[in-house]
């Protein structure tokens, strides 16, 4: 993030805009919004803004541009017609430490315009950092129709309601809980909804009823193989209304960054070179933060379901009384096929597929090998890189075909993602050879659609 987002008062403020065209228009209908005293200067300006100083509203001097103009001045809009004129301005204001903003010279400026979304007191800026200006006004004008006019009021009518509950509640942490259930994050349409008497309804149940809906709770939610356009609705919702987020380490940035911001996060996944965090130490704090009355998030990596020691935290939750549920993620399997652009299982080819892992408690897992070297049967092996020389050895051992073709897809719908597709026979030499160290699916018995067998191995870096 290049630009930083802030909201810059404007009351008992002057702001400067010089310019009288279409550029200084567009600004100076925002600004006009502000409660800023606005100073325009500009020999010449369009009806719009003659109609606006007609009307008090901005201090117009009809003349060239001066240094001088800039003093007392908090804001600078260099916005005439002439990009040599604005660059000039910009270059003063800067030298004099006034952030500055010139049309279209984004390289003049100390500060860019978002796009704007304005329900005052509730304002939404939507910034590109100059790059999609377009996209900006797309997302804009869906929130536009989103967000209802009443949303203000009901920021307004919160705020006095505060005093109140800060008498009442001293110490911030609680009131923090308090504005949390009354605004619990889960269902934004039925807060939009809410009209003054609707709020202070609302507000007066949560008083006397202390304890309902007090207890806290843990979501075992899938994050999926890593991009986050994987994952489910249910998830983002989750996400964003989540206390406490405790996660592995294969959960990827971009979908934490999707977190709410104020939740604490907890990283149980294993350090670099160390150990995991152990299984009962995850249980406890899962227990912890949600017997404290908070909203937990128990992010593992695809499905929470497979290879996810789900059932040992749930048992955990059940045996404390602490209410769970699930919610489903796609599993690396799904969303590596997705990319050879493989089925998983073929009419006519393959009645099943397993869902194998390349390790357990005790190191390379045992397998029903004959069977999986029987000629149509198809696996994905989770946690299978370090183990692949074990898989190719015991898959020969028990039958199965050298050229047996197997597809590996490293870090799936990731940027970095790389496919390599190779066979039984040279699997763990070409893992190897291509640097491949997880996380990675094997899927056995599966090409890469449109992979010439003749050509193998490929790789695909996507
Ligand atoms: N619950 C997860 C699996 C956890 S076990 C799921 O449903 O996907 C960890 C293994 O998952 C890794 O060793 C790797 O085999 C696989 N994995 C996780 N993310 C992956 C990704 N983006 N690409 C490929 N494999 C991945």
Redesign the pocket.
Known sequence: MRYLPIHVDTQNARILVVGGGAAAEAKLRTLLRTEAEIMLVSKEVSGEISRWIGQGRIHHMARDFHGNDLEGVALVYAATEDDAVNHDIAALARAASIPVNAADQKDACSFITPALVDRAPVTISIGTEGTSPGLARAIKSDLETRLPSTVGALAIKTQTLRAKIKSIMPDLADRQRFWARIFDGKDLDSHLKLDETGLETRVEHALDHPDADQGGSVVLV?AG??NPDLLTFAARKALHSADVIVYDR?VSQEVLDLGRREAEYIYVGKQPGGHSTRQDRINDILIEKAQAGLYVIRL?????L???RADEELDALEAAQVPTSIIP?I???A??AAEIGASLTTRGKNKAISLL?GHDAEGFAEQDWKSLAAEDARAA?????GASRFIQGRLLLHGANHSRPVCV??????SN?IIVQTTLGALPDDLQARGIK????LLIGYSLRGADASALPKVKNA
């Open positions: 899938g193989p890593g294969l593992k990596s695809g499905d929470p497979i290879f996810g993620g599993t690396s399997a969303s590596a892992t092996v989770y946690m299978g890189v897809v490293e870090n799936a719908s990731r993602q997880g996380p990675a699916i």
